[in-house]
């Protein structure tokens, strides 16, 4: 990049990378005359976001912007990050709860099951009202969106949008990701560089497909440290984190992979919701823990606050924190420092042949995959194919995320219902209806017109069910 960069992040009152943003831009040479312009409609949280960034950044040279009208912000922007969701834990709550009295439970609730999908409802009009306001203010501008359910919004740009754009999720944060794998069976670090990992699949859903130290394949034992660890595993209380040791080494002796995101991955499948006629050795998912992020947003901002009263002092921040995934990959954009990083993009243009990363899914098939930053912006290394039975499991989740934005953009409600009635975990079409109408219900405030106008429409009767309560985690 010959000029300085002007980065805009929309929901620069996002805890989980505002923070690290005001850090990077303090830290990162790359930026070291940049723009920095932060947007949020919360203007209490802006204010505060504001507050911090001129405390942490001291340098005369950094422009620091502020507004809550993002097309106040995108004229000359080069990078425009999305990192938003209004009232995220509260209408996950809502989400995640409804879902349990109807046996569908959501450990995580941010990208597949009704919580999925009704996020991408909740926020997927405004990131397509703010990529065509890119189309016009900054044309050449990259959209980076930060906002789950990542796959589904990625796809609803690329299908509905002219803007360059791609998504990132921090789980496989380079060479962080390599290095774990290495320090779990025991390696020395120091080989970092002899280690070929192959990762991809859909965000959330992402599976290692190779792994080979000095030429030797390390799967197997990759494998055996998680059984090893399942043997002594106790239950970690916070729902994401469940009995993630078990479920990992059994999900690689079903499909011959490993799956890298276990957290957010066995909310995929059928197989841990507890409806069996032979139960799992593990108990079924656990729902969300929503009280448990309210907790830490609460300790953040008050950590923020003070930061700014001077109750703790600046340098502890610069201390604390750290870059982000998405600050370093924009980093990387503008000094090309040869970096790779695993980026939500196509399954095409690969490195290596501009063919396709992995053999036997379609180029345009959404994916999460290792890739090298060029002029061009992300290019992903080669993969190979995926092995059949986790190759349908791929097609299935694209075709729900792809249902997802095609009901959207033909306001059809109709398609929502086949979404979600496809989605692994839903138990039949009736669920299906029911829950679209529940949580349409609940939800009204925030929902498109065309969806809350039709209430009601998809069910003619609703089943009996409990009433919705605050679940607790410990009972299940």
């Not at 976001?49 to 809550?68: F, G, Q, V, W, Y």
């Not at 390696?187 to 965000?203: H, L, P, S, T, Y």
């Not at 593990?282 to 009263?309: G, H, Q």
Request: charged share 25%; proline share 5%.
């Amino acid at each position: 990049m010959t000029h300085t960069p002007k980065i805009v992040i929309i929901g620069a009152g996002s805890l989980f990378f505002g923070r690290q943003a005001i850090w990077a831009v303090s830290h990162l040479p790359g930026f070291s005359n940049c723009t920095l312009s932060l947007v949020d409609i919360e203007t209490n949280n802006l204010e505060r976001m504001e507050k911090l960034a001129r405390l942490a950044i001291n340098s005369k040279d950094i422009n620091i912007e502020c507004t809550t009208d993002f097309r106040e912000a995108l004229p000359g922007a080069d990078f425009v990050v999305l990192s938003f969701s209004k009232k995220n834990t509260y209408y996950r709550r809502i989400e995640c709860e409804v879902g349990a009295k109807y046996g569908v439970r959501s450990c995580s609730g941010d990208t597949i099951g009704p919580a999925g999908i009704f996020h991408t409802l909740r926020e997927f009009p405004a990131i397509l009202e703010i990529a065509h306001a890119m189309e016009e203010l900054c044309p050449e501008a990259w959209l980076i969106n930060y906002v789950n359910p990542s796959a589904t919004m990625g796809i609803g740009l690329m299908r509905h949008s002219k803007i360059k754009s791609f998504a990132l999720c921090d789980t496989h944060h380079m060479p962080n990701k390599k290095r774990s794998y290495l320090e779990l069976i025991g390696e020395d670090v120091a080989k970092i560089d002899r280690f070929d990992m192959r990762i991809a699949g859909v965000n959330h859903f992402t599976f290692m497909l190779k792994a080979e130290l000095d030429g030797r394949d390390i799967l197997p034992d990759i494998r055996d440290a998680f059984h090893r660890n399942s043997l002594t595993e106790v239950d970690a209380g916070y729902a994401k984190g469940r009995f993630n040791n078990f479920i990992t080494a059994q999900l690689y002796d079903l499909f011959g992979a490993v799956p890298t995101c276990t957290g957010h991955t066995k909310e995929y499948l059928p197989f841990y919701q507890g409806k069996g006629a032979i139960q799992e050795k593990i108990p079924p998912l656990a729902v969300f823990n929503c009280d448990e992020r309210d907790k830490t947003t609460d300790a953040m901002w008050n950590e923020i606050e003070d930061y700014i009263s001077g109750a703790k002092p600046i340098a502890d921040f610069h201390e604390s924190m750290r870059s982000d995934h998405a600050t370093d990959v924009i980093h990387s954009m503008v000094v090309q420092d040869g970096r790779t990083y695993f980026i939500n993009r196509t399954n095409s243009e690969c490195v290596e042949d501009g063919g396709l990363a992995v053999d036997n899914l379609p180029a345009d098939a959404f994916l999460e995959l290792h890739c090298a930053i060029g002029e061009s912006g992300p290019r992903p290394f080669k993969v190979g194919p995926f092995p059949h039975g986790l190759r349908g499991q791929q097609f299935h989740i694209l075709d729900i995320h792809e249902l997802t934005i095609e009901a959207i953009m033909k306001q059809d409600r109709d398609l929502l219902v086949r979404a979600l009635s496809m989605d692994p975990i839903v138990n039949s079409i009736a669920t299906a209806r029911v829950l679209i109408d529940e949580i349409t219900e609940l939800e009204s405030e925030v929902l498109p017109d065309w969806l809350t106008a039709d209430a009601g429409g998809s069910s003619s009767t609703k089943v009996d069910a409990p009433e919705l309560v605050t679940v607790d985690v410990k009972n299940y």
